[in-house]
């Protein structure tokens, strides 16, 4: 099974500004990986998949890079509502997992 | 609109069974993959199985293997979940997830979900 491990847990940001989340696989999945969001007693949404392709209607400050086993999310000027927490998750083989996810929270 | 409403959760004993339920619309829906993700309370998500978009492929985490089955009809635009041998740590919320397509198994749109609570 691959392990993703996301980093930090928590992020503490005022708005504004730049947050760079950080998706680490324990072998490579190559540019498998997708990111979502999850706010408060919502289901997740998807932002970004295979890596860097921003998923409908995803605005254009959040991006994302990486392939193999790193992989960032960055979210160049935090607008309230990005506040929340981001989860990845690859599909290079079975079975899919998630990272533990990261907090983004309000400084 | 792609819609998926989730269904079938409720409180069981350990040991016991539930089949959770999806009914879909908004998309064709015999040419997309979908998956179950579960959400314990306060804890992140966790990916529980899936299912091609024939029906011949199923897979499974290694923590349900053997206890869950994923099913779909496309006959009438549904998934389903059967679950056996529930255990406390099967307590969360359930999603349906549609992938984006018959190949990619990220969930474009996700159910409102159905909490499974297993107590003794």
């Known amino acids: 099974e691959i392990v993703l491990t996301q980093s930090p847990a928590t992020l503490s940001l005022s708005p504004g500004e730049r947050a760079t989340l950080s998706c680490r696989a324990s072998?490579?999945?190559?540019?498998?990986l997708a990111w979502y969001q999850q706010k408060p007693g919502q289901a997740p949404r998807l932002l970004i998949y295979?890596?860097?392709n921003r998923a409908t209607g995803i605005p254009a400050r959040f991006s994302a890079s990486g392939s193999g086993t790193d992989f960032t999310l960055t979210i160049s000027s935090l607008e309230p509502e990005d506040f929340a927490v981001y989860y990845c998750q690859h599909r290079f083989n079975w079975p899919l997992t998630f990272g533990g996810g990261t907090k983004v929270e309000i400084k | 609109e792609v819609q998926l409403l989730d269904s079938g959760g409720g409180l069981v004993h350990p040991g016991g069974s539930l089949r959770l339920s999806c009914a879909a619309s908004g998309f064709t829906f015999r040419n997309y993959v979908l998956t179950w993700v579960r959400q314990a309370p306060g804890k992140g998500l966790e990916w529980v199985s899936g299912i091609s978009d024939s029906g011949a492929g199923t897979y499974y985490a290694d923590s349900v293997k053997g206890r869950f089955t994923i099913s779909r009809d496309n006959s009438k635009n549904m998934v389903f979940l059967q679950m056996n041998s529930l255990r406390a740590d099967d307590t969360a919320v359930y999603y349906c997830?549609?992938?984006?397509?018959?190949?990619?198994?990220?969930?474009?749109?996700w159910g409102q979900g159905t909490l499974v609570t297993v107590f003794s």
């Open positions: 997830v549609k992938g984006q397509n018959s190949g990619s198994w990220f969930g474009d749109y």
């Open positions: 072998q490579s999945v190559t540019s498998a």
């Open positions: 295979d890596a860097s």
